[in-house]
Every structure is written in C-alpha cells, then in structure tokens.
C-alpha cells in the first residue's frame, strides 16, 4: 500500500532547510505517526485536526511512501462527537492508513505492532531511505534504536520540544522537526520560527 502525503513547501527563509522538509529523491519514506502526540491534547476540534495535518505537509514525502497512522476513539460509539471526529481525522489523512485504537497508549501499540508486522513482512532498510517517527513518546525508543542499527535515518516529528522524550531523542540520528514552530530542532536550534501560514494546495 502506497500513499501520497502531497507535501506543502516552506516558504518562511527564516527556516533553515533540514532533511524532514528537503525534497526527496531515491527510495520511499516511511511514516509513522501517533496522531494523538501530534495533536498535543485531547480536547480535538475540526480546526486542530486540520492544522495538524496542514502543517505535516511541510514534511518531504513522494508518492511511494507508506504512512502509518493511529489515535484513539471510543470504541462504544456512544460519543457522537468524538465519532465525528475520528471522522475528520481519517477524511484529512486520507488516503494514509489510519486505525482507530483505545485504552492507555493505544495508538503507540497500534503503530508499534504495525511496524513488527511489516519488518517481518519486507526488507525495510531496501525500500525505505528513512523513517519519520511522529511521536515523543519513549516508547518508540526501542524501536528506533533498531531501526537505526539496521541502516535507517529516522527523523522525529512533535507538536513542541516539551513533547520528546530524551531516550527517544538519543536513539536517532535524523532531524527533530517541531510541527507547531516549523523548525528543526537540529537545524535551527534557538530561534523561534515566525509562523507562516502557507497556501494549501488544492486536494
């Protein structure tokens, strides 16, 4: 299954170039990414979800990446408008394969699990230039680290600095993008982005 992330280009000059937002060539891009890390709260609305989702298309990706995505829900579907929700999410990130998880840290297991199932399933480093992890969580530390020692780059992307976990953070050797700033951590480490607001490009 291959998806397109139909990436937005940077146009703030301010933002230093850092291998999350450069223009890929070669091999595909995996995606991996905890939604609900990347929304930064649990009090969602439409217009979260969409600025989240805008705001990801700053990161490179072709049109033979794979994409990985999950964020909880409630599995009862008596909340209507967490349902509408959902919803939402799975219409802005289409066509990327999202799954709705529940419980403590559901959307780490889903993702955690999906990545185990398609490293069993194909040869990762062969098809994959590099990985971009969208969490902070210490959870993906383990697996990254793996990723890592089999020939990866993996690259972080998080809502803000106060979101990574420093075990995580000293299991990659990619770039550390800070979706809410527009900014690489490695890249451009002190200044604060100004935030530029790009034209969305049509779907």
Same mark, same amino acid.
């Given at each position: 299954? /291959?998806?397109?992330? @139909?990436?937005?280009?940077?146009? %703030? ?11 890929? /060539?070669?091999? $595909?891009?995996?995606?991996? &990414?905890?939604?609900?890390? &990347?929304?930064? *709260? ?21 049109? +033979?990446?794979?994409?990985? $995505? ?5 599995? /009862?579907?008596? %909340? ?31 993702? &955690? ?32 680290? @793996?990723?890592?020692?089999?020939? &990866? *780059? ?10 990574? +976990? ?6 990659? +050797? ?18 604060? $982005? ?10």
């Amino acid at each position: 299954m /291959t998806t397109a992330l @139909r990436p937005r280009t940077l146009r %703030n000059p301010a933002v230093r170039p850092c291998l999350t937002t450069a223009p890929l /060539t070669g091999r $595909a891009r995996l995606h991996v &990414l905890d939604l609900d890390n &990347l929304h930064a *709260t649990t009090m969602l609305d439409h217009a979260l979800i969409h600025r989240v989702r805008d705001d990801y298309r700053l990161i490179g990706s072709t049109n +033979s990446d794979l994409v990985f $995505a999950a964020c909880n829900h409630d599995p /009862t579907g008596r %909340n209507r408008i967490q349902a509408g929700l959902n919803f939402h999410v799975l219409e802005e990130w289409m066509p990327a394969r999202v799954r709705l998880a529940h419980g403590p840290d559901g959307a780490d297991n889903a993702l &955690l699990h999906d990545l185990e199932d398609l490293a069993h399933a194909e040869n990762l480093t062969g098809r994959f230039e590099d990985v971009v992890i969208g969490s902070g969580d210490h959870a993906f530390a383990p697996v990254a680290r @793996r990723l890592e020692y089999d020939g &990866l *780059t993996v690259h972080l992307v998080v809502a803000q600095n106060g979101d990574l +976990s420093q075990t995580l953070r000293q299991n990659i +050797s990619g770039c550390i993008w800070l979706l809410n700033e527009h900014r690489c951590v490695r890249h451009d480490p002190c200044r604060r $982005a100004a935030r530029v607001r790009p034209t969305r490009r049509p779907r």
